[in-house]
């Protein structure tokens, strides 16, 4: 699958119009649903492909925050033949009481892979965690930017940013958008 048919399987699989509040507390007019292209084997393949074309020179680990970073890390760790580590949001409370899981060295390099930005929040809250661990550096990879201040923020945070897409590379606009205009929009390309 090329990237021109990936951009079209992620619009038209996971691109969902509706009223909902997304976890920077934000409301929007539409989500990209990340399940909807991490539960499908053949994207999954494809956006793993492109990870490891964009990973860092010298990533010697990567990352992925629960739950939705999990299948995507998991395929690009087949893909690259890294380890990897799996990001709690929350430290467990209980056991080793950390929080990530997996084995981390002191200096590593780490690719952490993160399904849709909004404001980057959660990446960046994950990125800290990492560094606070040992990391020497953290490269952010994602799915898919909304473009709604996530570059800005990783910029701020000192965090190498690179998305596989952005909104304007699905052809979405900030506003609702009509599916059936943009149905016409992706046939038309």
Do not use: C, W
């Not at 509706?18 to 539960?39: M, N, P, Q, V």
């Amino acid at each position: 699958m090329d990237r021109t048919q990936l951009i079209r399987s992620i619009r038209d699989e996971a691109y969902i119009e509706g009223d909902f509040t997304l976890r920077s507390g934000r409301k929007s007019s539409y989500i990209i649903d990340k399940y909807a292209f991490e539960t499908r084997p053949q994207l999954l393949a494809a956006i793993a492909r492109l990870f490891a074309e964009r990973l860092p020179e010298g990533t010697g680990r990567l990352a992925g925050v629960e739950l939705g970073g999990v299948p995507l890390v998991v395929a690009l760790a087949l893909r690259s033949d890294l380890p990897y580590v799996i990001v709690r949001k929350n430290a467990k409370q209980h056991g080793l009481d950390r929080p990530f899981e997996g084995a981390m060295e002191s200096g590593d390099h780490i690719a952490l892979i993160e399904d849709v930005t909004t404001t980057g929040g959660a990446a960046i809250d994950a990125a800290g965690a990492l560094l606070e661990a040992g990391a020497r550096e953290v490269t952010v990879l994602a799915v898919v930017d909304r473009m709604e201040g996530a570059t800005e923020a990783f910029d701020a945070a000192g965090l190498d940013f690179r998305p596989l897409f952005t909104r304007e590379d699905l052809n979405l606009s900030h506003s609702t958008t009509d599916k059936s205009q943009l149905r016409s929009t992706i046939t038309n390309e």
